[in-house]
């Protein structure tokens, strides 16, 4: 029921910056949103979520470099990265949770690749 499409993704330095975004194909009002990555040969892991209200939290390693917000009217998320490392170098996705079904919704992901 619920589409979700990533971008924003690419190529950058380390130190550098990119922002991505993740526009549902519904309202998203109501929803928790999030993102997650996944590195090659890792597990994917949470690194960011906004409540309806706007309360947020974070992966630990991206405090301070990471922001995510939402803009309801556009039924998109967002995450801003900010002095990017190698490590931060994963596929990015997209995630939300159906508010009846409680079911799983996902992205196709976007990469984001840090070179040193």
């Known amino acids: 029921q619920v589409q979700l499409k990533e971008s924003g993704g690419g190529l950058v330095q380390a130190g550098g910056s990119l922002r991505l975004s993740c526009t549902a194909s519904?309202?998203?009002?109501?929803?928790?949103m999030d993102w997650y990555r996944q590195a090659p040969g890792k597990q994917r892991e949470l690194v960011a979520s906004i409540s309806r209200d706007g309360i947020t939290s974070y992966l630990d390693s991206v405090k301070g470099r990471f922001t995510i917000s939402r803009e309801n009217a556009k039924n998109t998320v967002y995450l801003q990265m900010n002095t990017l490392k190698p490590e931060d170098t994963a596929v990015y996705y997209c995630?939300?949770?159906?508010?009846?079904?409680?079911?799983?919704?996902w992205g196709q992901g976007t990469q984001v690749t840090v070179s040193s």
């Open positions: 995630h939300t949770e159906g508010i009846v079904s409680l079911r799983d919704y």
């Open positions: 519904t309202r998203i009002l109501l929803n928790a």
